[in-house]
């Protein structure tokens, strides 16, 4: 059974993953230090359960921000290996999982909800939790 996890990012304000100068970025230059502000890192995991992930955002750095379910929620920073190809405001992240987790090397869509159409694709890494002081 294949699961779906289908995260439109917002319309204003989000991050390329693309590498940095990329014809197609709309960056907002939001850092990872501002995203993160407040919160304290934990140990590296592989895996995340999809039912503790809300949205997601693309930052500046080329990293992935899974936000959680609520504002106190844990949140996990994703460095992809390679990058995120085309990653900005009007796309989003499409993956696919035979599990109720999303792990390390699985891969990350990113697609015009709108048109359908496919930018890329990218693999994930480790997940970092990031949880309120």
Known sequence: MSKILISILAATG???????????????????????AGRTAG???????????G?????????????????????YVNRPPGGCPSLNSSRALRTRT????????????VFDPSSGFDYGSCGLGPFTPYSKS
């Open 55 to 75: 949205d997601n955002e693309g930052l500046a750095d080329g990293s992935i921000l899974f936000k959680g379910k609520t504002r106190r929620a844990t949140v």
């Open 43 to 53: 140990a590296e995991v592989s895996c995340v359960n999809l039912q503790n992930l």
């Open 14 to 36: 989000l991050a390329s993953c693309a590498p940095s100068g990329s014809a197609d970025s709309a960056s907002s230059g939001k850092t990872l230090d501002a995203a993160l």
């Open 98 to 109: 035979t599990s109720s987790q999303l792990c390390s090397g699985d891969i990350v869509a």
